[in-house]
């Protein structure tokens, strides 16, 4: 046996060749007919779009899907080429990725490493994908990293907002569009001192895993570094759905800010739990109480209804942004789909961009050569200003977002207004910072 | 033959030549037709048939034999789990060591969770299980972070120790599981016309694991062990007034059944070297009661095919789209094509939880004995017809 | 000395006295019967004889050992089988099985992890499981689910999975109970070729005077949780105390 | 002391949610004899007739907004809901605005509807099989309810919140003598709670004091005594399951303004509330309604700040330790009976 990995598209198309009409067996193995994992020989490509279709991140996922079909089709010529006229490069040109028509398979990580894993390899082993992208969560974005990286394919995270992602889980075929906890503090914080002052006192309810600590740390780091307290961070399990005897305790504490370390579910419940306690209507040390959500996106937004009206959050891109980028996107994606999309759909649609984009500038789909074109590659046009993706740590540093719950939406799409649109400079951090720290980008793997 | 009867080594044979030849009965379809997407033969798919297969079987040596339903079994898959990852961290990246650390571990948790756990049966016996299982979820997802991993699961680093091994690869990459120089992930294909077959080594290193797990679970059956955990769950106070004492029994079947799951869990991590602590959670120890029942309680072969249509559903029916299901229906007419896809769609791809749910139900309602009922039924249908047949002809001979 | 000795035991249920200074003493290879009306605390007595009540005072020897604490299973092993009332065997097991676990129990213990070799490999075990089953006429039934059999059946089976372990004491409770006369009668039969062919102790629960007058070498009589009398059968039937306890007041 | 006070509140609250749900599953349980895994699907299904009816309220027609374009450039439209024309503004939108009491009236006819279609067309089956079995279809039964509501209204949280009445909170402090602000309580809240006191007490005095209640009590302690005085105990046994999923359902429909609803809240509540059930032993009405109060107080207590940071991750696992500590020192749960379920 070869020490080699399966690849099973690349094999069947020369497979077929070699055998065509011939019913002996022939026996092939990897390494003689493929330089890397799943090389396409024939005259299409298939990427893997792994998204969450079941769980409580189904409706994240369904947008997340809704952007891969809507890249595919720019990518193969279809529709009006979306974000692909406003892009910087120039080398996409409608005929596919090197020429090759792109098709694509999906699957449901269910939100559960495992699961997504499993789907991964399915993409990868049976269907012969060349690249794996999607998730909603960093859990699931750091097990398929690591999971490509091992397999020898190019995985481009979807939604995964945890420093983990590209700190201490990072991975050299691993690349991420989408921003972090960090730099969600380091944008936020600024504009929280601007609207409610210097000296505030922030009490932290933290999602109890991965996420909720690094995010917890970003915000507090930075909003401690302008001057305010934090008077306590408290922990709340995953599973947790009322959080009530979380809430009903801040006020007491003396704090009178309430930072909500928060994703999806949790961050909906919680939310709505803080504004039922008629938190937002006391006056705590002489200032209205104040609740912020570091993360945020619409689908969450809409399920916290009301209640968002006025809170404070991050986010990494939205759809009201007035770039020519951001415009050609909505207008495609509206076209087609008749509203507009989520942050989740934009980092997906650009990541699949961003690889077909490297591919046909590194002139192959060889994982190494492509990890080669990303890396330091420095591109516009894609909804978030000049972009860099940094080669140290696969990190892409562009403008992040600050916004705010709208208090008077003209209609269920149009919750969050931006606020600020925070420069790029002021949200980059060395990639040695403490909040990264540990890990190692490796080498490139090409597989096969 | 190997200390079985006839009818049993038959079985046995029957799992082997499934096994071994399970690449070629899971890729009947040939690549790129449109019923490829039923094709299960790829590795990781065929490696969880196995290791579900396992997970199942021991789960059916406490549940089936005993009647005790443990619903918080996923446990000691996660412990297995993470105790293999963890000598891969430190130990080397051979599987042996990994497994025998997993099946160890996971047997010393069995031994202390079923030591409390079985002072109560029915269902207050399965609430204690299913209370430490959770307990375990939700400490392992978070304040046990360093030592599970917590959200992302516990992961192998380039900078391990690996005391026995090497922490990088020359090539500066994490070293993948294997077996004395062989690594788990290779394979070979066999190309016939426009079939692909994939032999995978760690495949079939699992496949041989279950035949031995497969084989140990006939002797148990059919030992004096056994047959004393048929007797406890058929009349615990007869057994109790025949001078046996049941609870060593029971525990001892807790601990078998608990080091099935280890074994699990530390295939799993051999084959994919990642340990995730939703692997302990209360949907995980539900999933292989339901295997079990679906296949078949108490049967020697029933578990095994639950799990493989359990794992069969998760993997290939959620990755149906609606751009596939078009492909299927595009010789129909444009609307009726529509139609159907619009039948069909609700019930492939993201709606295969629905399918599992209608499945279930149908399942319970008409096969109480579970799929392995399903089979006996259609063989003496079978049986039925053709006795009937020859005495059609039997009959009518005489006639001539 | 009897083989089992019963002294002072008391037994109370919350505001009941179900049992109260009961004495009573079993000679070995006799048969002795306890009767008594209902409500006379004859199944509580049992149960304390086999571990599944521990008595308030007093003790229960049984070949000079104490059972008091122990669990029933060891109780067993120490050479005691019961019958029950209704009989108790394993429906879910075949007949010939039902009979193969009495017979492990009495060779390897309250506990062996025998889990790798085959049942049909003891062949001593078969054997003698085979044996008794012809012993009990039931050869023919061996792979039968137990369940499926006669109530009659059921409780010969139990009797001879009791006798397979060559028991020292036989307890029978009530073992005629709900029987037709015929089954009754044969029960009463089988009962006297046991204590006929082997050593054995019986002590029997009834109910039914023409059982225990058919069998008993001994009686007590047990009214209101303590024994009345204890005595031959032909001086128990003439008691004026037994028929009083019996008849009660009205009498 | 004022933070024992809250927690105890913050208990009481969060008990009455499980009592409810654990309490139809004991009526359920001790009635017919079935564990059902569906019951929190029912919970699920009376928050999504509330859902369901402020949907009904709300349906609109689209109106031209002059002047102003949406974000693709085409003219921007509103929703006006039907019910603005037919009644006016202001009317309509106080109907609009009390869509979720208004849901009680919708959800009783519907969930007893739903629950006696259960037990006719399926439960009934499952009489004299095991539990395994029962466990198994009722679980089917979850799967393809959940995946149905999620087909119709997708997986994201649809807020549904309470009448502008009930938003805000009270503040209790004041009232018994403590500083403003440190005991305040959400009126919605409090008013779950009055509810979930209303409907205990009304499954208990129907149970205690009428024939009906009578006769079915007789039946969760002997179904074979009753069936042999010639009662149709089946019938009754039938309209325990509709009352039973109606409790859950009015759990469901009032616990949507504390959280909004989704399609797996009621897996979320399944292994708890199953878990209240056994610590309250199986079978026993008041048993479920003690252990949903007693778990949800102690819940609230781990939650508190210096309880984790004396026990990390206590708030994680309180309710798992807590069951296996009652459940080994008294074997039958805090009120069981003996020999229910232990076979």
């Given at each position: 046996m070869s020490n080699n990995d399966v690849t099973r598209r690349g094999l069947l198309k020369s497979g077929a060749l070699a055998g065509a009409g011939v019913a002996l067996p022939t026996i092939f193995t990897a390494s003689s007919a493929s330089a890397f994992t799943n090389e396409p020989?024939?005259?299409?490509?298939?990427?893997?779009?792994?998204?969450?279709?079941?769980?409580?991140?189904?409706?994240?996922?369904?947008?997340?899907?809704?952007?891969?079909?809507?890249?595919?089709?720019?990518?193969?010529?279809?529709?009006?080429?979306?974000?692909?006229?406003?892009?910087?490069?120039?080398?996409?040109?409608?005929?596919?990725?090197?020429?090759?028509?792109?098709?694509?398979?999906?699957?449901?990580?269910?939100?559960?490493?495992?699961?997504?894993?499993?789907?991964?390899?399915?993409?990868?082993?049976?269907?012969?994908?060349?690249?794996?992208?999607g998730g909603s969560s960093s859990g699931v974005a750091v097990a398929v990293q690591a999971l490509c990286q091992e397999a020898g394919v190019i995985f481009m995270a979807g939604l995964t907002h945890s420093n983990d992602t590209t700190g201490k889980d990072k991975r050299a075929n691993g690349f991420r569009h989408f921003f972090n906890s960090y730099m969600s503090g380091a944008a936020l914080a600024p504009v929280l001192a601007a609207n409610y002052g210097t000296d505030r006192k922030a009490y932290h309810l933290t999602a109890d895993?991965?996420?909720?600590?690094?995010?917890?740390?970003?915000?507090?780091?930075?909003?401690?570094?302008?001057?305010?307290?934090?008077?306590?961070?408290?922990?709340?399990?995953?599973?947790?759905?009322?959080?009530?005897?979380?809430?009903?305790?801040?006020?007491?504490?003396?704090?009178?800010?309430?930072?909500?370390?928060?994703?999806?579910?949790?961050?909906?419940?919680?939310?709505?739990?803080?504004?039922?306690?008629?938190?937002?209507?006391?006056?705590?040390?002489?200032?209205?109480?104040?609740?912020?959500?570091?993360?945020?996106?619409?689908?969450?937004?809409?399920?916290?209804?009301?209640?968002?009206k006025g809170i404070f959050g991050s986010t990494n891109w939205h759809w009201s942004l007035q770039d020519d980028g951001s415009k050609a996107f909505v207008k495609s994606f509206g076209t087609k789909y008749g509203f507009p999309p989520s942050q989740a759909a934009h980092t997906c649609y650009v990541q699949t961009l961003l690889y077909a984009d490297a591919v046909q500038r590194a002139g192959t789909f060889e994982p190494c050569a492509v990890v080669e074109a990303l890396e330091g590659y420095e591109f516009d046009g894609l909804g978030n200003g000049k972009t860099l993706y940094r080669a140290e740590d696969h990190q892409c540093f562009k403008d992040v977002l600050v916004v705010k719950g709208k208090e008077n939406p003209t209609s269920e799409f149009d919750l969050l207004e931006i606020v600020e649109v925070t420069p790029v400079a002021q949200v980059t951090y060395p990639p040695d910072h403490p909040q990264f720290a540990g890990g190692a980008l490796g080498t490139c793997n090409n597989g096969g | 033959m190997l200390g079985l009867d006839k009818k049993d080594a038959v079985l046995l044979v029957i799992v082997a030549v499934l096994t071994m030849f399970a690449p070629f009965i899971l890729n009947p379809f040939p690549e790129g037709s449109a019923m490829a997407q039923f094709n299960a033969g790829y590795p990781d798919l065929m490696q969880r048939f196995v290791i579900f297969g396992i997970f199942a079987i021991g789960f059916n040596i406490l549940f089936g034999l005993t009647g005790y339903l443990s619903f918080g079994h996923a446990a000691f898959l996660g412990v297995g789990s993470y105790a293999a990852v963890w000598m891969f961290k430190l130990l080397s990246m051979n599987v042996i060591p990994a497994i025998v650390l997993a099946v160890i571990m996971s047997g010393l948790f069995a031994l202390l969770i079923g030591y409390i756990s079985l002072r109560r049966s029915g269902i207050y016996f399965s609430i204690l299980t299913l209370a430490f299982a959770q307990m375990m979820f939700a400490l392992a997802y978070s304040v046990l972070t360093p030592i599970t991993g917590g959200e992302t699961g516990l992961q192998l680093a380039l900078d391990d120790p690996r005391i026995l091994g090497q922490s990088q690869t020359p090539e500066g990459n994490i070293p993948v599981p294997g077996l004395f120089g062989f690594e788990m992930r290779d394979s070979a294909e066999?190309?016939?016309?426009?079939?692909?077959?994939?032999?995978?080594?760690?495949?079939?290193?699992?496949?041989?694991?279950?035949?031995?797990?497969?084989?140990?679970?006939?002797?148990?059956?059919?030992?004096?062990?056994?047959?004393?955990?048929?007797?406890?769950?058929?009349?615990?106070?007869?057994?109790?007034?025949?001078?046996?004492?049941?609870?060593?029994?029971?525990?001892?079947?807790?601990?078998?059944?608990?080091?099935?799951?280890?074994?699990?869990?530390?295939?799993?991590?051999?084959?994919?070297?990642?340990?995730?602590?939703?692997?302990?959670?209360?949907?995980?120890?539900?999933?292989?009661?339901?295997?079990?029942?679906?296949?078949?309680?108490?049967?020697?072969?029933?578990?095994?095919?639950?799990?493989?249509?359990?794992?069969?559903m998760e993997n290939i029916i959620s990755k149906i789209n609606s751009d596939i299901l078009h492909s299927w229906f595009a010789f129909l007419p444009d609307g009726l094509e529509d139609f159907v896809v619009t039948i069909v769609y609700p019930f492939i791809g993201k709606g295969w939880h629905l399918t599992l749910g209608i499945i279930f139900m149908l399942v319970v309602i008409f096969l109480p004995g579970g799929l392995v009922e399903g089979g006996q039924r259609i063989s003496s249908w079978l049986r039925n017809r053709r006795a009937r047949r020859d005495d059609r002809r039997s009959k009518t001979e005489p006639a001539e | 000395?009897?083989?089992?000795?019963?002294?002072?035991?008391?037994?109370?249920?919350?505001?009941?006295?179900?049992?109260?200074?009961?004495?009573?003493?079993?000679?070995?290879?006799?048969?002795?019967?306890?009767?008594?009306?209902?409500?006379?605390?004859?199944?509580?007595?049992?149960?304390?004889?086999?571990?599944?009540?521990?008595?308030?005072?007093?003790?229960?020897?049984?070949?000079?050992?104490?059972?008091?604490?122990?669990?029933?299973?060891?109780?067993?092993?120490?050479?005691?089988?019961?019958?029950?009332?209704?009989?108790?065997?394993?429906?879910?097991?075949?007949?010939?099985?039902?009979?193969?676990?009495?017979?492990?129990a009495s060779r390897d213990g309250s506990f062996r992890m025998h889990a790798v070799e085959s049942v049909v490999s003891e062949s001593e075990v078969v054997d003698y499981a085979e044996q008794m089953l012809e012993d009990m006429n039931m050869a023919d039934k061996r792979h039968m689910h137990a369940a499926a059999m006669s109530r009659g059946d059921k409780r010969r089976l139990e009797i001879g999975m009791c006798l397979s372990q060559k028991p020292r004491l036989l307890l029978l409770d009530e073992p005629t109970a709900g029987m037709a006369r015929a089954d009754t009668n044969n029960t009463i039969d089988l009962l006297k070729q046991i204590k006929e062919d082997r050593d054995i102790t019986i002590a029997i629960i009834e109910h039914d005077m023409h059982v225990v007058f058919s069998l008993a070498e001994r009686i007590t009589v047990l009214a209101q949780g303590t024994p009345l009398v204890e005595d031959a059968p032909e001086n128990i039937k003439g008691n004026p105390k037994v028929r009083e306890a019996y008849l009660g007041e009205s009498a | 002391m004022d933070a024992i006070i809250l927690q105890i509140l913050n208990g009481l609250d969060k008990g009455s949610a499980y009592a409810l749900i654990a309490l139809g599953l004991t009526l359920i349980f001790g009635t017919l004899g079935v564990v059902n895994f569906a019951h929190g699907a029912l919970f699920m299904i009376g928050a999504f007739c509330a859902v369901t009816l402020s949907r009904l309220i709300g349906l609109s027609h689209k109106v031209e907004v002059e002047g102003e374009t949406d974000f693709l450039g085409n003219p921007l439209t509103k929703d006006v809901p039907y019910i603005y024309d037919w009644f006016g503004e202001a009317t309509g939108a106080a109907i609009v605005d009390w869509a979720v009491p208004l849901a009680i009236l919708f959800a009783i006819p519907v969930m007893i509807l739903v629950g006696v279609v259960m037990e006719r067309g399926l439960i009934k089956h499952f009489y004299k099989r095991p539990h395994a079995d029962q466990i198994l279809v009722t679980f089917g039964l979850a799967i393809v309810?959940?995946?149905?509501?999620?087909?119709?209204?997708?997986?994201?949280?649809?807020?549904?919140?309470?009448?502008?009445?009930?938003?805000?909170?009270?503040?209790?402090?004041?009232?018994?003598?403590?500083?403003?602000?440190?005991?305040?309580?959400?009126?919605?809240?409090?008013?779950?709670?009055?509810?979930?006191?209303?409907?205990?007490?009304?499954?208990?005095?129907?149970?205690?004091?009428?024939?009906?209640?009578?006769?079915?009590?007789?039946?969760?302690?002997?179904?074979?005594?009753?069936?042999?005085?010639?009662?149709?105990?089946?019938?009754?046994?039938?309209?325990?399951?509709?009352i039973a999923a109606a409790v859950a359902g009015l759990a469901g429909v009032m616990y949507v303004p504390i959280n909004p609803p989704n399609y797996h809240m009621g897996m979320d509540f399944l292994v708890l509330?199953?878990?209240?059930?056994?610590?309250?032993?199986?079978?026993?009405?008041?048993?479920?309604?003690?252990?949903?109060?007693?778990?949800?107080?102690?819940?609230?207590?781990?939650?508190?700040?210096?309880?984790?940071?004396?026990?990390?991750?206590?708030?994680q696992i309180i309710i798992y330790l807590v069951a296996i500590i009652i459940l080994l020192t008294r074997p039958r749960g805090l009120m069981g009976r003996k020999g229910v379920m232990e076979d």
């Open positions: 020989t024939g005259s299409t490509v298939t990427l893997g779009f792994n998204v969450p279709q079941t769980g409580p991140y189904a409706d994240e996922g369904a947008d997340e899907l809704r952007a891969y079909e809507l890249a595919v089709e720019h990518l193969n010529g279809g529709g009006d080429g979306g974000m692909m006229s406003t892009f910087s490069s120039k080398a996409l040109d409608g005929t596919g990725i090197l020429g090759k028509k792109v098709e694509y398979v999906t699957g449901d990580t269910q939100t559960k490493s495992d699961a997504a894993r499993a789907s991964a390899k399915s993409m990868i082993e049976k269907d012969g994908a060349v690249m794996i992208t895993y991965n996420w909720g600590y690094t995010t917890e740390e970003a915000i507090r780091s930075s909003t401690e570094a302008m001057g305010w307290e934090t008077v306590a961070a408290v922990k709340t399990p995953l599973t947790q759905t009322d959080f009530s005897s979380y809430i009903a305790p801040v006020l007491q504490s003396g704090a009178d800010t309430l930072v909500l370390n928060h994703y999806g579910g949790n961050m909906v419940n919680s939310l709505t739990n803080a504004v039922q306690f008629g938190l937002r209507d006391k006056q705590v040390n002489g200032k209205d109480f104040q609740i912020i959500v570091p993360l945020y996106s619409r689908l969450m937004a809409k399920g916290a209804g009301a209640n968002v | 066999l190309v016939i016309g426009s079939w692909v077959f994939t032999f995978n080594l760690g495949y079939y290193f699992c496949g041989v694991i279950l035949l031995l797990a497969f084989y140990l679970a006939i002797r148990i059956f059919r030992s004096p062990f056994g047959m004393m955990l048929r007797a406890i769950k058929s009349n615990q106070q007869r057994l109790n007034y025949t001078g046996i004492n049941p609870k060593p029994y029971t525990l001892a079947a807790f601990v078998i059944s608990g080091m099935y799951a280890g074994l699990a869990g530390a295939l799993m991590a051999s084959m994919d070297p990642l340990a995730g602590a939703e692997r302990m959670f209360w949907t995980a120890s539900g999933e292989v009661v339901l295997m079990t029942i679906l296949g078949g309680v108490g049967t020697l072969i029933g578990p095994v095919l639950g799990a493989g249509a359990i794992k069969y | 000395m009897g083989i089992l000795e019963v002294k002072n035991v008391g037994k109370r249920f919350g505001g009941l006295q179900a049992l109260s200074e009961v004495n009573l003493s079993v000679a070995e290879n006799s048969v002795h019967a306890i009767i008594g009306p209902n409500g006379a605390g004859k199944s509580t007595l049992l149960n304390c004889l086999v571990g599944k009540l521990i008595p308030d005072t007093g003790s229960v020897m049984f070949d000079g050992q104490s059972v008091l604490g122990r669990s029933p299973f060891e109780i067993n092993q120490m050479g005691i089988s019961r019958v029950f009332q209704t009989p108790e065997i394993f429906g879910d097991l075949t007949v010939m099985e039902n009979m193969m676990i009495p017979i492990f | 309810l959940q995946e149905v509501i999620k087909y119709f209204y997708g997986a994201n949280p649809i807020p549904t919140p309470a009448p502008s009445a009930f938003t805000g909170s009270f503040d209790f402090g004041v009232l018994i003598g403590f500083d403003a602000n440190t005991i305040i309580y959400p009126y919605w809240r409090l008013v779950y709670f009055a509810f979930a006191a209303v409907i205990i007490g009304a499954v208990f005095a129907f149970l205690q004091f009428t024939t009906f209640g009578m006769v079915v009590r007789a039946g969760m302690a002997d179904r074979e005594t009753v069936g042999l005085l010639g009662i149709n105990i089946d019938k009754r046994f039938t309209i325990m399951f509709g509330s199953f878990v209240v059930v056994v610590v309250g032993g199986m079978g026993s009405l008041p048993g479920a309604v003690l252990a949903g109060f007693l778990l949800g107080i102690l819940e609230s207590f781990a939650s508190m700040r210096e309880v984790i940071d004396l026990i990390p991750g206590i708030n």
